[in-house]
């Protein structure tokens, strides 16, 4: 079912699941969201390909049934079949109580009762103590009962001290601290009385005080049914989403319509978690399962994909048009009392399951503490951050990067309507380079260029590989070398070719490298992710250089309406399934391409890009959005040698089969593009 053999050696991998809640059968009864018949389906899916992964372990972080203690003759009735349904998928999970399993913690405004002892005592019978821990290799995992904090019932305290003592007794071990309540959501000050999603002080003060004292790798909530991520002190925070539903109200964070069911099924954030412990880090994968009710067919693997920190060889860029996060005050995030403050961390997120390498964003945004903050956790999650300003001789660039640092890996610099940098823009390039030690970036802005069907014309940022020569000539003449330049791709021409060209004529003397920068000009998303597909592809000619894709978010609302990565509800669109998928099997390890890297191909339609590299030859298949819009078998396209297998992924969804042609047929649709075949040559 799934195909791990791009991802680096881990030590161990285990699966976590939160909110997996088991729904009894309604038969025809009416329901407050017709999307609950589907959660039993959905969880079982889930499952399955948990233990498909064949983990060294699962935790389920909470709420295992959507029936509550309080309806206790339905609550113990789904509690059993629950358990059944885990047993029958192959699952035997350590458990972690959640309030759909004990009760709710005691706020009065909670819509449930709070833990009561009967329950408590019932729920120790079933599962063991709600509180343990337990090792596995060097690593030390602590499972907490979240909804006994702030408590009467004296298994509260008890559960105090035996943590206290169990952390001293471990110091030395990595530690990892499960619970289903999260500390808070947006920060350690929020208010808690009529919050639904968060813990209360004194025991979220005693809690956290503890994470840092410990240095606690990980820290892991669920709850919530949106996904949010934090850095608190050494320790990475997440609050995991859940494989059947998201939480009504959450929708607010995005500019979009709500998704269905005022925002309950969200299918596209639907998933579970492969934790892939390593050496020095715990990789987070997200699962998708976008809501499945069916497994994939046999004949398919799901690929699994490397992320950001560990796929150095990348070039994969994004330029951020819009803030890396938002932040909105939910009303009544069903069942709270109060506006909860929430972050859209999506972006953020989206950036570390792509294994995006490089995020240009404006400086403005790092002299801005919330956004520096949030782009901080990026950086140390693997990504390179550069900062763009536009050059004015009334700025005081180099106190605003003074300003910036530690936080910023380069600098780009663009300069309006001139493609040379001035006297003065040179004297600052060199006091960043020499003084700061910063790599700096080079783009010009040209102004009022006309644009087809646009009324008004638009401004280009960056050279035409034409420009760049020149502009090597002059800085050479200046004495003065430059990092980086931005090229600006022609979408009406194709991408490799102008990649290309750039690769012909480099390397230049006072440029060590040209970067390209893509923005998606259509709305059409099949269309996007064969251009993306094709750029990404091309840029393995050119090592150390980089390609930023724009917008990241759907844009909307402004002159220039087009899709981006992300659509307006922050989900991934085809295009950046393929990036993701694309980038994995292309940059774990850097390709050594041949001396003639690059044949194009067109037929009825249809083009083929091939790149040969020392290890395979790969081929990339796009169809082109104006063509007639006919299947093709693959024999047209590419030819095997006697007995040779393919690998072929379907980039856009990030699945891959593999095929002997001398077995069976492959028949590709246009729908199904862009393709990668692996050990292929053009026929």
């Known amino acids: 079912?799934?195909?791990?053999?791009?991802?680096?050696?881990?030590?161990?991998?285990?699966?976590?699941?939160?909110?997996?809640?088991?729904?009894?059968?309604?038969?025809?009864?009416?329901?407050?969201f017709e999307n609950r018949r589907k959660q039993s389906v959905r969880r079982e899916i889930a499952l399955r390909m948990a233990a498909a992964l064949a983990p060294a372990f699962v935790l389920h972080n909470g709420d295992m049934v959507q029936e509550y203690p309080d309806n206790s003759e339905r609550f113990y009735t789904s509690m059993d079949e629950s358990l059944e349904q885990m047993r029958t998928c192959g699952v035997e999970p350590y458990y972690v109580a959640g309030n759909h399993d004990v009760g709710d913690k005691p706020d009065p405004t909670a819509p449930a009762s709070h833990v009561s002892r009967g329950v408590l005592d019932w729920y120790h019978c079933q599962f063991g103590n709600s509180w343990y821990s337990f090792d596995q290799?060097?690593?030390?995992?602590?499972?907490l009962n979240s909804q006994i904090m702030n408590g009467t019932?004296?298994?509260?305290?008890?559960?105090?001290?035996?943590?206290?003592?169990?952390?001293?007794?471990?110091?030395?071990?990595?530690?990892?601290?499960?619970?289903?309540?999260?500390?808070?959501?947006?920060?350690?000050?929020?208010?808690?009385m009529g919050h639904y999603d968060n813990i209360a002080n004194p025991a979220r003060t005693w809690l956290l005080d503890l994470v840092r004292v410990y240095k606690v790798e990980m820290l892991l909530a669920g709850h919530v049914h949106f996904a949010f991520f934090d850095h608190l002190a050494e320790t990475r925070y997440a609050v995991l989403a859940s494989p059947v539903f998201t939480r009504p109200g959450f929708s607010c964070l995005f500019a979009g319509p709500a998704p269905p069911e005022r925002g309950r099924d969200d299918a596209a954030k639907f998933g579970f978690y492969l934790m892939r412990v390593r050496a020095d880090k715990t990789d987070i994968h997200f699962i998708r399962t976008a809501g499945a009710e069916k497994l994939l067919p046999n004949r398919e693997e799901q690929l699994l994909t490397r992320v950001s920190g560990t796929l150095p060889q990348s070039p994969l860029g994004l330029t951020l048009s819009q803030p890396l996060a938002t932040v909105a005050e939910i009303p009544r995030a069903w069942p709270a009392a109060i506006r909860e403050k929430v972050r859209n961390d999506y972006p953020l997120l989206t950036c570390m399951e792509m294994g995006v390498g490089y995020v240009r964003a404006p400086l403005t945004d790092f002299h801005d503490t919330f956004q520096r903050e949030r782009l901080g956790i990026l950086r140390k999650e693997g990504v390179k951050l550069d900062a763009v300003v536009i050059f004015s001789e009334e700025l005081d660039i180099l106190e605003a990067v003074h300003q910036a640092p530690p936080s910023i890996d380069g600098l780009e610099i663009q300069i309006v309507e001139t493609l040379y940098p001035s006297e003065k823009c040179i004297e600052v390039i060199k006091a960043l380079q020499e003084d700061f030690g910063v790599s700096v970036t080079l783009s010009p802005i040209i102004c009022r260029e006309p644009t087809s069907g646009k009324q008004f014309p638009r401004f280009r940022l960056g050279y035409t590989p034409q420009e760049i020569p020149a502009l090597a000539q002059f800085l050479a003449e200046n004495g003065i070398a430059i990092d980086r330049v931005i090229c600006k791709v022609n979408n009406d021409e194709s991408l490799c070719d102008q990649i290309g060209e750039i690769a012909k004529i480099t390397p230049f003397s006072h440029i060590s490298n040209v970067d390209f920068s893509l923005e998606f000009s259509a709305t059409n998303d099949q269309t996007n992710a064969n251009r993306a597909a094709?750029?990404?592809?091309?840029?393995?000619?050119?090592?150390?250089?980089?390609?930023?894709?724009?917008?990241?978010?759907?844009?909307?609302?402004?002159?220039?309406?087009?899709?981006?990565?992300?659509?307006?509800?922050?989900?991934?669109?085809?295009?950046?399934?393929?990036?993701?998928?694309l980038n994995t099997v292309m940059y774990s390890q850097l390709p050594k391409v041949s001396a003639d890297p690059i044949r194009l191909k067109k037929l009825n339609g249809w083009k083929t890009i091939q790149l040969s590299t020392d290890a395979s030859t790969y081929t990339l298949v796009v169809h082109e959005a104006s063509a007639v819009d006919s299947g093709i078998n693959i024999e047209a396209l590419v030819e095997v040698g006697e007995g040779e297998s393919l690998r072929i992924y379907q980039l856009?969804?990030?699945?891959?089969?593999?095929?002997?042609?001398?077995?069976?047929?492959?028949?590709?649709?246009?729908?199904?593009?862009?393709?990668l075949v692996e050990n292929a040559t053009i026929s």
């Open 1 to 32: 079912m799934f195909n791990k053999s791009f991802l680096p050696k881990a030590l161990f991998e285990f699966v976590i699941i939160s909110d997996s809640h088991y729904m009894l059968d309604p038969g025809g009864a009416s329901l407050e």
């Open 137 to 143: 290799g060097d690593c030390h995992f602590v499972v």
């Open 153 to 192: 019932l004296p298994d509260a305290a008890e559960q105090e001290a035996w943590v206290e003592r169990d952390l001293a007794e471990h110091a030395k071990k990595r530690l990892f601290l499960l619970l289903h309540m999260p500390p808070y959501l947006f920060d350690e000050a929020e208010s808690s």
């Open 534 to 581: 094709e750029g990404l592809l091309s840029m393995a000619i050119l090592p150390g250089s980089r390609i930023y894709f724009e917008p990241f978010s759907d844009l909307d609302r402004t002159m220039d309406v087009t899709h981006g990565l992300l659509d307006t509800l922050c989900n991934p669109r085809p295009t950046s399934r393929a990036l993701q998928a």
């Open 652 to 675: 856009s969804t990030l699945t891959l089969q593999s095929v002997n042609l001398h077995e069976a047929s492959v028949y590709l649709t246009p729908a199904q593009t862009p393709i």
